[in-house]
């Protein structure tokens, strides 16, 4: 039996194809961004990470409208993997992320002001990082109380639905809050592009601020939602400008700090609530790490004492400690003082939007607006319905006997409804009304009842007529939801505010002892800061076999140094994290204390004060750098910077230009240059090669340069040079003294 050739496979020489794949297809960039990314990202920002006028996104939307149709706002409590369950039919995505945003919104997880879901069981908690939630099948829930105005009437085409993923049930495209859920809870959302952070706000304060903004558009926001509100408590550190930027803008940060108490008998510093984007497991980190670093000296012990009560976080304090000053220390120091970044990005009819709490009140009640009036619209119609068929029977009524009598004679029953169409003039649906008539209802009790039903129901549909046709009555609908939402639902403020200017804040540099100190670095990055006292008992320093001093020089423990590499990198620390050695040590190797780069070696050290000077770089290329020293400035605690200077040649002389002064080059053909810095221009850039200041002959280098000040030349007008660059002139011998006493010899 012959065998059957098996086709082989087509083979593809492309490097980024390994193995047997398909085939691959070149494309133009755009054409792939156009097919595959942009797809992809306007996915992530509509329907999944940013919120949308409701307060809601898809994921919460979905999972709440799959409970409210369990019946879990009035029922009792179910298995939370059940929910999860029914949720599928709705959210494409796996069981695990329905779980999670289910946590979210409960009670027990306590990461929003006003929860939506009613929890059993243990769900974790937001201020804990370790501590995790229950699996589904542990625990239980059901919808909150506050879900009824979330729903409000969803059933009376308030908004609309559209189809499921799989096509197979209806969903809303938005849950018609009757409050602005929008502010009150907090949400985050990362996207492509682009981001959202809102924070919360107290239900009853956004309720009032809302009611107060439709009588009056020009509302004084601040006047009745003074600032956010965490479920965490703790304490907004309030600034009034910037709170209006954030309100006006929708962007802006502000500081909440934790709150805390002294039990003097035992102490202790007990912190009880902490910022909203803190973890309990992440302050304790930085408290132990401050410990071991040596930068908080007053506390023996710190632990986690959270029970069933809430949050608690103990400080043991040594003898003596102040709390007051220790806590300022913390503040400044670790995660218990936060800044809350805030970035009200909504998406509006799909358009990601970042507005402020004046537009976004706007949309909401505008939106709002819309789904009372389809309310209205809904039940006058039904009552209009309802009507047409009442003024059908009526007029049957009026002689029940002609109308029995058609029945009776009328020998086929689809003939019935025709046959009282003609008899009475009404229409079809009139007269399917009137033969579904029980036979014991045409009696004359029921015939006044039915025809005093129909005055009242022309009062009702000329009342909603006038409603829908009315902006300010659909306004004081939503004003008495909302005044009955403030009474039903009251909810006292959980975060504190205090003022700016009633803080002390903590001065880390007040805290430093100010003393004067002698810093001493070798050619190998041996670091030593002595005190004047100490240098005078000992002046004599201690070097490694085959190492020598490289830069000394007097400075303040409250000082900065910033530190040169060969990898044209510079790293910058305070004097105050090194200690005061003795001459008769080695002292601190640098590139093990700054963690270095392997192979890294520090070239110099500089003070650089105010950083209002320049720093002098003079390479070996013979150019030299003027850098203004505000370059190397910077806000944050950034202690590594690279690309620090130009990497073209070595540098071979570090000096900081305090006032102008004269420099001494020497060549390696044994030649001298002496310029004046006043010659070379200040330049911002950090990266600049600098500007030639010595000619220098093929295979020759500067070796070195010195402050003339430090060297012994006698003639200066031999060596100075008018113009740059310039050749210098040969050494003479009565000059070469200074080369066994210069810092930078090597």
Not at 322 to 333: G, I, N, S, T, V
Not at 511 to 517: C, K, N, P, S
Not at 658 to 665: I, L, S
Request: aromatic share 8%; hydrophobic share 40%.
């Amino acid at each position: 039996m012959a065998k059957k050739k098996v086709e082989e496979k087509k083979k593809f020489d492309n490097p980024n194809v390994v193995g047997l794949r398909a085939e691959v297809l070149e494309q133009p960039i755009t054409e792939t961004l156009e097919t595959n990314y942009m797809p992809y990202a306007m996915s992530v920002i509509v329907s999944r990470a940013i919120p949308e006028i409701d307060g809601f996104k898809p994921s919460h939307r979905k999972l709440l409208y799959t409970m409210f149709k369990m019946g879990l706002l009035s029922g009792a409590r179910t298995k939370s993997a059940n929910i999860v369950g029914q949720t599928m039919k709705l959210n494409p995505h796996g069981d695990a992320a329905i779980y999670e945003t289910m946590v979210r919104l409960s009670t027990g997880y306590q990461a929003l002001l006003t929860p939506f879901v009613d929890s059993k069981g243990n769900f974790g908690k937001v201020y804990s990082r370790d501590m995790s939630y229950a699996a589904s099948r542990y625990t239980e829930a059901k919808l909150s109380a506050i879900c009824s105005e979330i729903f409000r009437d969803i059933d009376k085409d308030t908004v609309d639905f559209a189809d499921n993923y799989d096509g197979s049930m209806k969903e809303p495209g938005l849950l018609p809050t009757a409050f602005p859920n929008v502010l009150v809870s907090a949400n985050m959302g990362i996207a492509v592009g682009m981001a959202s952070q809102i924070c919360g706000f107290n239900l009853g304060e956004v309720c009032q601020t809302t009611i107060e903004f439709l009588k009056d558009p020009e509302h004084d926001l601040l006047s009745t939602m003074p600032a956010p509100d965490f479920p965490t408590g703790g304490e907004i550190i309030y600034d009034r400008s910037a709170m209006e930027n954030i309100y006006r803008t929708g962007r802006g940060s502000f500081k909440v700090r934790s709150r805390w108490r002294y039990l003097p008998k035992e102490n202790i510093i007990e912190i009880y609530e902490i910022p909203y984007t803190a973890t309990s497991e992440a302050i304790i980190d930085k408290v132990a790490e401050l410990i071991k670093a040596g930068k908080v000296k007053e506390i023996n012990d710190m632990r986690d004492e959270t029970d069933l009560s809430g949050l608690k976080l103990a400080i043991d304090l040594k003898r003596g400690a102040d709390p007051e000053k220790l806590m300022q220390k913390l503040f400044k120091l670790t995660p218990l003082q936060e800044a809350f970044p805030c970035n009200f990005n909504i998406l509006v009819a799909g358009n990601p939007r970042v507005m402020g709490v004046r537009d976004i009140l706007e949309e909401w009640t505008a939106w709002r607006m819309e789904c009372i009036r389809r309310r209205v619209y809904f039940e006058l119609s039904k009552k209009k319905d309802k009507l047409h068929l009442l003024k059908g029977l009526q007029r049957i009524l009026l002689d029940i006997d002609k109308a029995i009598a058609i029945i009776r004679e009328t020998e086929l029953e689809d003939d019935v409804v025709p046959n009282l169409m003609m008899g009475f003039g009404i229409d079809q649906i009139q007269a399917e009304y009137v033969a579904e008539i029980k036979l014991r209802n045409i009696n004359r009790e029921y015939i006044l009842k039915r025809t005093q039903e129909t005055g009242d129901l022309e009062q009702e549909i000329e009342g909603l007529e006038e409603t829908l046709n009315n902006r300010r009555k659909i306004k004081n609908i939503i004003i008495d939801e909302l005044k009955q939402i403030v009474k039903k639902f009251p909810s006292p403020r959980k975060t504190g505010i205090v003022y700016a200017d009633e803080i002390e804040e903590f001065d880390e540099e007040q805290q430093v002892e100010d003393y004067g100190v002698t810093l001493f670095l070798s050619h190998e990055g041996y670091f030593k800061k002595i005190t004047a006292q100490s240098l005078r008992m000992s002046s004599e320093q201690k070097y490694k076999e085959g190492d020598s001093l490289n830069v000394s020089f007097e400075a303040s423990n409250r000082g900065e140094l910033l530190f040169l590499t060969d990898k044209q990198q510079i790293y910058k620390a305070k004097v105050a994290d090194f200690e005061d050695v003795k001459a008769s040590v080695l002292g601190i190797y640098l590139p093990s204390k700054l963690q270095m780069d392997e192979g890294e070696n520090i070239i110099s050290m500089v003070d650089p004060g105010d950083y209002s000077k320049n720093l002098l770089l003079i390479f070996e290329n013979g150019k030299a750098a003027r850098i203004d020293m505000a370059a190397y400035e910077t806000k944050t605690n950034r202690r590594k910077l690279v690309n620090a200077f130009s990497d073209k040649s070595p540098v071979k002389a570090v000096m900081v230009i305090r006032e102008e002064m004269d420099v001494a080059c020497y060549s390696s053909d044994d030649r001298v240059l002496v310029f004046n810095t006043s010659q070379l221009q200040v330049k911002t850039s950090r990266s600049t090669q600098g500007v030639a200041v010595m000619t220098l002959k093929a295979k020759r280098s500067i070796v070195r340069a010195i402050p003339v000040n430090d060297s012994s030349i006698s003639n200066l007008s031999r060596y100075r040079v008018k113009n740059l660059p310039g050749a210098g002139a040969i050494l003479k011998a009565e000059d070469r003294a200074e080369q066994q006493l210069s810092l930078m010899d090597d």
